[in-house]
Nanobody, 112 residues
Framework: VQLQASGGGLAQPGDSLRLSCAAS????????MGWYRQAPGIQRHMVAV???????TYADSVKGRFTISRESAKSTVFLQMNSLKPEDTGVYYC???????WGQGTLVTVSS
């Protein structure tokens, strides 16, 4: 397994969760790493992406609430999700863009 995602769960609106994606060192070093979300009946779409030089891109819906970061020593990418909303619910996938490698997904459910 080249990408291993974790950290999902059940949260209430306004709560925070942090997702982690552990990658092989080779993939981590040379790829833009992204988090994508897929909700039932909705196409998977980009949530946040970070380059090896730490340049970040966010979907408009999460700007100001989510933060993507990477820790080279652990070859891990994080997604800090604050002020969660019910519409953030979905399966979150880690993705290595240039290797076109997907992680297995972790479910985030935001509900009161």
């Amino acid at each position: 397994v080249q990408l291993q995602a974790s950290g999902g769960g059940l949260a209430q609106p306004g709560d925070s969760l942090r997702l982690s994606c552990a990658a092989s060192s080779t993939i981590f070093s040379f790829n833009d790493m992204g988090w994508y979300r897929q909700a039932p009946g909705i196409q998977r779409h980009m949530v946040a992406v970070i380059s090896p030089s730490n340049r970040t891109t966010y979907a408009d819906s999460v700007k100001g609430r989510f933060t993507i970061s990477r820790e080279s020593a652990k070859s891990t990418v994080f997604l800090q999700m604050n002020s969660l909303k019910p519409e953030d619910t979905g399966v979150y996938y880690c993705y290595a863009l240039h290797s076109r490698a997907w992680g297995q997904g972790t479910l985030v459910t935001v509900s009161s």
